[in-house]
T-cell receptor, first 115, second 111 residues
Framework: GAGVSQSPSNKVTEKGKDVELRCDPI?????LYWYRQSLGQGLEFLIY????????KSGLPSDRFSAERTGGSVSTLTIQRTQQEDSAVYLC?????????????FGSGTRLTVV | GENVEQHPSTLSVQEGDSAVIKCTYS??????FPWYKQELGKRPQLIID?????GEKKDQRIAVTLNKTAKHFSLHITETQPEDSAVYFC??????????FGQGTTLQVKP
């Protein structure tokens, strides 16, 4: 596609429910990243996929968070048993090879509100 | 470990003045340094980048400088305009294949 697409753009969920956030990267981009941005805060790294390599999960804040990337394209970030502190904007980014070479193109994000 | 420090956290300038944002990094292997601009409610967008084999790069009113010895890099915006108001993030590459971001600088340009 022309850009990185994320859905839904907004999600309101009740505490304790599971949510799935979707990211469709730019076609041909092999690297995909998930970041979290709380209100007025910086970019918190969550997870990184590069081709067929094992993902770098070092930023996931708890075992309630998981992500997968199917067929080297679309990625889904799943948050189980959501908590209020999970409320944030979840940003996905993709890069042609790795961010160390070309930088990221970000999606518009999913604003998650846990009530 | 990998770390990028960014200063100042907030910056207010008068329209037409210059703005400078500074970053330092810890990983001596870092060799790519992109800057992102995030307007309120929007996605971060790449505005300029610099690689370690270059000391300075300019694109119209914005320029970046890099001092590899000191592990410093800076963003310079000249003739600031109200539409430059945004949050700016510096970043540096890491050997783990991802960018390490600074904490962000909120720039306000007063008309």
């Amino acid at each position: 596609g022309a850009g990185v697409s994320q859905s839904p753009s907004n999600k309101v969920t009740e505490k304790g429910k599971d949510v799935e956030l979707r990211c469709d990267p730019i076609s041909g981009h092999t690297a995909l990243y998930w970041y979290r941005q709380s209100l007025g805060q910086g970019l918190e790294f969550l997870i990184y996929f590069q081709g067929n390599s094992a993902p770098d999960k070092s930023g996931l804040p708890s075992d309630r968070f998981s992500a997968e990337r199917t067929g080297g394209s679309v990625s889904t970030l799943t948050i189980q048993r959501t908590q209020q502190e999970d409320s944030a904007v979840y940003l996905c980014a993709s890069s042609p090879l790795t961010g160390v070479d070309y930088g990221y193109t970000f999606g518009s994000g999913t604003r998650l509100t846990v009530v | 470990g990998e770390n990028v420090e960014q200063h100042p956290s907030t910056l207010s300038v008068q329209e037409g003045d210059s703005a400078v944002i500074k970053c330092t990094y810890s990983d001596s292997a870092s060799n790519y340094f992109p800057w992102y601009k995030q307007e309120l409610g929007k996605r971060p967008q790449l505005i300029i980048d610099i690689r370690s084999n270059v000391g300075e790069k300019k694109d119209q009113r914005i320029a970046v400088t890099l001092n590899k010895t000191a592990k410093h890099f800076s963003l310079h915006i000249t003739e600031t305009q109200p539409e430059d108001s945004a949050v700016y993030f510096c970043s540096g590459s890491s050997n783990t294949g991802k960018l390490i971001f600074g904490q962000g600088t909120t720039l306000q340009v007063k008309p």
